[in-house]
């Protein structure tokens, strides 16, 4: 079992920046998958990243390319998102959540993952 605490997240004006973190406990970091997601007020949970257990691989939501990157250190058991040029629009609360198994083509389900933090919140101001 692992659990997982976000931190990083705060209140931006839209183009800034925000490094969000999440430490995970136990000595098994480097055997989950590990991804971000967000939750907007009354809207469902999204996908946002993905990184491979090694961190050799990533995947992102389209609305985030080229302005996010999600990265780990395996050794720290910290998986980051590095939120550039923000935009109102990615207001929300941002999740991290660990799976055992490879999502593979079901990333962007909750489903596929087994551990989730409590999540941080992220307002950025027009």
């Known amino acids: 079992q692992v659990q997982l605490v976000e931190s990083g997240g705060g209140l931006v004006q839209a183009g800034g920046s925000l490094r969000l973190s999440c430490a995970a406990s136990g000595r098994t970091f480097s055997s989950y998958a590990m991804g971000w997601f967000r939750q907007a007020p009354g809207k469902e949970r999204d996908f946002v990243a993905l990184i491979t257990r090694s961190g050799g691989s990533t995947y992102y939501v389209d609305s985030v390319k080229g302005r996010f990157t999600i990265s780990r250190d395996n050794a720290k058991n910290t998986v980051y998102l590095e939120m550039n040029s923000l935009k109102p629009e990615d207001t929300a609360v941002y999740y991290c959540?660990?799976?055992?198994?490879?999502?593979?083509?079901?990333?962007?389900?909750?489903?596929?993952?087994?551990?989730w933090g409590q999540g941080t919140q992220v307002t950025v101001s027009s």
């Open positions: 959540a660990a799976a055992t198994r490879w999502p593979a083509e079901l990333r962007a389900r909750t489903r596929s993952y087994d551990y």
